[in-house]
């Protein structure tokens, strides 16, 4: 990554107040990598809610998962860039030309931001591709996109966390590997269907986990935050 995080904590705030997601990033700065806020808090707060976070000093990995054709994509990262996240995504399936046209915008507007690629979301399994009419696994087609990603010039991508260690090895140490599904020992898992732990998920090559509930719910996120980053010392 360009900008440096202070560690691999990145905390999904999926909250609906902005309040709270400010009051939340703020008791946390200083403990976590970057924040993670997606199309619902973007869709309600907009640019300023992003900025007003950004403002404490937090890196912020945008999560728009964005998939259009290229010039659009081009058009709405030269519009995005003003924000300078740290991160933010495309998905993968956007094909290459795509992930080109975001590349060379983001390159040339916010150098600093890390683009990455979502490769498959996790919500979908080998039934739901053959019902497109993708007759290739999950697994196969990850690895395609990763390295396809990786080709096109992207800093990473995100997968799950059983595709860690078959993208490490296909596209090597410097590519990024940020990982959702991740629970602490002996937490919830939500509606999460295939979690690993923090420390699982580094040991396989995680470079950045994506943690949400099991922080944003705890009675006290900070200290949560800070045993998660004493289980991966
Ligand atoms: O609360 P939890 O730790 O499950 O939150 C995980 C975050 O990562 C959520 O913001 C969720 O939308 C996101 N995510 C995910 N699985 C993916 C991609 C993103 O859980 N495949």
Known sequence: MNQVFLNPIIVAIDKNSENEAYELSKELRGHIGAIKL?????????PEGIIKIQNLDIPIF???KIHD????????????SSLKPA????????????????LEAISQSSPETNLIAVTILTSLDND?????GIDISVKNLVSNLAKLAKETGLSGV???SEEIQMVRESCGKNFKIIVPGI???GSDKDDQ???MTPKEAIILGADHLVIGRPITDSKDPKNTVIEIVNSIK
């Open 69 to 80: 054709i290229p010039q659009t994509v081009k058009k709405t990262i030269n519009t995005l």
């Open 183 to 185: 629970r602490p020992k």
């Open 158 to 160: 995100v997968c799950s």
């Open 87 to 102: 991160i933010l995504n495309v998905h993968a399936l956007g094909g290459k030309k795509m992930m080109k046209c975001a």
């Open 38 to 46: 997606g199309l619902e808090y973007f869709d309600t707060y907009g």
């Open 62 to 64: 945008l999560d728009l």
């Open 193 to 195: 269907k295939r979690v």
């Open 128 to 132: 739901d591709l053959s019902m497109m």
